[in-house]
C-alpha cells in the first residue's frame, strides 16, 4: 500500500536515473511503447542517455520516468514521460515535468517542447499548442526510429519561460 497525501498524491522522491533503474525504465516505456502511446527506447540508448533522466521513487520502486533531452540552442524537449498505471492522477506525472522544467530554468533553456497523445495534460502546465513545422529539423532524428513516421499523430506543444 502507498502512502498517501491527504489529496490522495503520492509522496516520493524524484532523483536522477542511476544504472540500475535503466532496465525498470526500459520495463515501464515498453509498456506504452506497445500500446502505440509512446516512441520505445532501447536499453542501449537508454544507457547512453541516462543523464537526461529522472525518476519517481516511492519506497525504492520507480513509479515514474520522464527525461529532458538538450535539442537546440535554447531548446529542449520532454520526452518519455510514463507514470505506472496504479499511480497515474496521483500527481507523479506533473512533479516529473515540473522538475524537468525547473532543470531547463537552470540550464538557462526558456522553450521547452513535447510531441504527445496527452495534450490536455501538458496544457494544464502552461504548454501551448505549436506548428510541428516550427521546430528545427534536428528534432526529428528520433522520429526516423518511429513506426508512425512520417504520419505522425501526436501534437507537439511548448512551454516558454518568458511568455
Known sequence: MMTTSNNGKIVGIIRPARMSDVKPIHGLLQQY????????????SLYDQLRD????????VILGVCALHISWDNLAEIRSLAVVEESQG????????????DEAR???????????????????LQFVDIEKHELPHKIWSD?????????????????RSKM
Not at 511503447?33 to 542501449?44: E, H, N, P, Q, T
Request: charged share 25%; glycine share 8%; hydrophobic share 45%.
Open 33 to 44: 511503447a506497445d500500446k502505440g502511446l509512446l516512441l520505445g527506447r532501447s536499453i542501449s
Open 53 to 60: 533522466f529522472i525518476v519517481y521513487e516511492f519506497e525504492e
Open 90 to 101: 496521483r500527481g507523479v506525472g506533473k512533479e516529473l515535468v515540473v522538475s524537468c522544467l
Open 106 to 124: 537552470s540550464l538557462e533553456i526558456d522553450n521547452v517542447f513535447v510531441l504527445t497523445y496527452q495534450a490536455g495534460f501538458f496544457r494544464k
Open 143 to 159: 522520429c526516423l526510429h518511429c513506426p508512425k513516421f512520417p504520419d505522425c499523430d501526436e501534437e507537439a506543444l511548448i512551454w
